[in-house]
Structure formats: structure tokens, C-alpha cells
């Protein structure tokens, strides 16, 4: 079955976008990486969160700028409000919780993994216990305030194993597998 990960970049303070949505901090930060490189290549369909979408098609070319376009597949985009969104046949749209997107993005990923981009959907896969790896790259800047990479009150503990660090110039990567607990 295919693994589910959450690829993301963070900043040091835990943020995974800064005030109003700003991720130049990201770009800026986003040099040369083989994890991050061999994690765009393992990725066969992407699930994402609609504030993903909304941000990513009003700044970022939206679908054609999934890792400044080096990646391609089918997207899955997660919403309550599916008559809102426009008319765009480079996403499937997804209305039926997350267990039932997981479910079909990882059909559509067809071996491959499933890569989530949102903070809130992302979020919603570990809690949902289907989250297989983090990739985080620890940017080094404070941001103070923006999106939260996860959590809220009367959010429970997650254990992780970290199976993999690296760097590449002034971005930590790690990689996680997360712990499910037993049956
Ligand atoms: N640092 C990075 O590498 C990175 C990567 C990706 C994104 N980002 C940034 O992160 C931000 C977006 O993340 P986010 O955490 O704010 O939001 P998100 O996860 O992209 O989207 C959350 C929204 O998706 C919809 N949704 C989520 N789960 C759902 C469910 N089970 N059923 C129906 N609808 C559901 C809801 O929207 P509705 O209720 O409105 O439909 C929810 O408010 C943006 O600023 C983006 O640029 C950063």
C-alpha cells in the first residue's frame, strides 16, 4: 500500500507559512536537497487542503507549481465547499472526510506515495492514524507568527522515530516515521 507523507518546509519557530500566507522565506531558503529531491520523486498523487489551493492558485501557479514544477500527477484537493471552487480540471475535488480522500489518493498514487500539502489536512491525516513519514526542512528563520506546522488544544501526543537527518547549506532535513500505536 502506499506510504503517506507529509513534506514540508518549517520554520525554526514551527511555522509552515509566515503571516498572510508569506512563504518567500521558503523559497529563499530552498537550496539543493537529495531527501527533498527524492521525496518529490516517490510522490505519485498529492492530497491537499483547499487554503493549500487557494494560496497556491492566487501566487504560486497552483497545480503546474507543485515543486516549482518539477513535479506531475494527479491532485486531490479537500473541501466543504466543492461549489465554491472553480471550475479547474487539474484537481479532483474531495468532500467525504479524510479517511475516504487518503483512500483514493493513495489508489490514484498507484503504488507510489501519497505527498499531503496542507498543515490542517496534514494534521488531520495523524490523527486519523494514516500518516506514514514527515520530511521537514528546518529553515533558519524566525517567522512569529503565520500557519502552524501542528496542533491546537487538546491535541494528543504523537511518537515519531527519526530514520533520517541531513542537511543541505543552512536547511536541516529530517525524516520521520510515525509510530503507530499497536491494534
Ligand atoms: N511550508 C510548506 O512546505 C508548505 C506546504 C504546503 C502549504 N503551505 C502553506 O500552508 C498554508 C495552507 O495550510 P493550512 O494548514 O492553512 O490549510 P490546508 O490544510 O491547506 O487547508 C485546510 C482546509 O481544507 C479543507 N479541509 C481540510 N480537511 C477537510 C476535510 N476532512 N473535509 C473537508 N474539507 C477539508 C477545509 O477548507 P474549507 O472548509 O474551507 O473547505 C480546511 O479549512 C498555506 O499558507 C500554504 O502556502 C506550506
Known amino acids: 500500500m502506499s506510504t503517506v507523507i507529509w ?9 509552515v507559512a509566515g503571516p498572510d500566507d508569506t512563504m518567500d522565506w521558503a523559497f529563499s531558503h530552498g537550496g539543493r536537497s537529495a531527501l527533498a529531491d527524492e521525496t518529490r520523486d516517490s510522490i505519485g498523487a498529492i492530497l491537499a487542503g483547499r487554503r493549500w489551493y ?7 501557479d497552483g497545480v503546474a507549481g507543485i515543486y516549482g514544477g518539477a513535479w506531475t500527477g494527479p491532485v486531490f484537493v479537500l473541501t466543504h465547499r466543492p461549489e465554491d471552487l ?3 480540471p ?7 472526510g479524510i479517511e475516504d480522500a487518503v483512500s483514493v489518493a493513495r489508489r490514484a498514487a498507484d503504488g507510489r506515495a501519497v505527498g499531503v500539502l496542507g498543515a490542517i489536512t496534514a494534521g488531520q491525516v495523524v490523527r486519523a492514524g494514516l ?3 514527515i520530511i521537514v526542512h ?8 503565520g500557519v502552524r506546522f ?3 488544544p487538546g491535541t494528543t501526543a504523537t511518537e515519531l522515530e527519526l ?3 541531513g542537511d543541505s547549506e543552512q536547511v536541516i532535513d529530517l525524516r520521520y516515521r510515525v509510530r503507530h500505536p499497536a491494534a
Open 90 to 96: 487539474t484537481v479532483t475535488v474531495l468532500s467525504d
Open 138 to 145: 528546518i529553515a533558519p528563520i524566525l517567522l512569529g507568527d
Open 54 to 60: 487557494d494560496v497556491a492558485s492566487a501566487r504560486y
Open 150 to 152: 501542528y496542533g491546537a
Open 131 to 133: 500518516l506514514d513519514e
Open 7 to 15: 513534506h514540508t518546509m518549517m520554520s525554526l519557530d514551527g511555522f
Open 86 to 88: 472553480p471550475d479547474d
Open 163 to 165: 530514520v533520517e537527518r
